[in-house]
């Protein structure tokens, strides 16, 4: 098992340019998420998503977007990048009321 | 405010001595409790989990202790070693904001546990 695989690892980006951060996972998990981690603090849920065609706002979703097509992959869209959003993204996924797994984040600079 | 807070933000150890890490929770009808420890530059790493059917879970040279009455939360390491300088964060388990149902984890801020040779 991979586990849960985030591409790239690390991008910048230009105000204004759009990105997709992409996730996935082999463990036939039904839940997946995406977090945003800024410097010293917790993880901030962005979006989440239940199944195959399902998704949801968390805390922080202005500013992006998501997709669940299939189970495997839950892609994280920015269209429109600004400042704000340089952060470390973790997309996460797990069974209902289970532990969720992490991949190793991607690092995003918008300058 | 957030719902699952650390006490400190720096607990420092000598090498060999436990660890004690704390974390208060405010959502009461939070069921499940876990911990995480995330080194420099990698994702969250699964440490150990409690259900609020428990007070107390232990794992190898870790323990999880539950006190639901206060709503607290702390996580000891035994002969705390240099492998286990990183941060710490609790999370509780609860529904998203949609209230569809779905759950998800909340997290506090962290804990970062520096060793001392």
């Known amino acids: 098992n991979a586990g849960v695989t985030q591409t790239p690892k690390f991008r910048i980006l230009k105000i204004g340019q759009s990105m997709t951060l992409q996730c996935t996972q082999d463990?036939?998990?039904?839940?997946m998420y995406w977090y945003r981690q800024d410097p010293g603090m917790g993880l901030k849920l962005i979006y989440y998503s239940v199944g195959a065609g399902i998704t949801d706002k968390g805390e922080v979703p202005n500013g992006y977007n998501v997709s669940r097509s299939t189970t495997e992959d839950f892609p994280l869209r920015l269209e429109l990048a600004a400042p704000s959003q340089t952060s470390v993204y973790f997309c996460a996924s797990k069974y209902r009321n289970t532990e969720a797994f992490f991949g190793q984040g991607t690092r995003l600079t918008v300058v | 405010g957030e719902s699952v807070g650390l006490h400190l933000p720096t607990l420092s150890v000598q090498e060999g001595d436990n660890s004690i890490i704390n974390c208060a929770y405010s959502?009461?009808?939070?069921?499940?409790f876990i911990w995480y420890k995330q080194e420099s530059g990698k994702g969250p790493q699964f440490i150990i989990d409690?259900?609020?059917?428990?007070d107390k879970r232990q794992g190898q040279r870790v323990t999880v202790l539950l006190n639901k009455t206060v709503k607290h939360l702390s996580l000891q390491i035994a002969a705390t070693q240099p492998g286990d300088s990183a941060v710490y964060f609790c999370?509780?388990?609860?529904?998203?904001?949609?209230?569809?149902?779905?759950?998800?984890?909340?997290f506090g801020k962290g804990t970062h546990l520096i060793i001392q040779p």
């Open positions: 463990m036939n998990h039904n839940y």
């Open positions: 409690i259900r609020s059917n428990m």
């Open positions: 999370a509780e388990n609860e529904q998203v904001p949609s209230g569809g149902g779905a759950d998800g984890l909340t």
């Open positions: 959502n009461s009808a939070s069921d499940y």
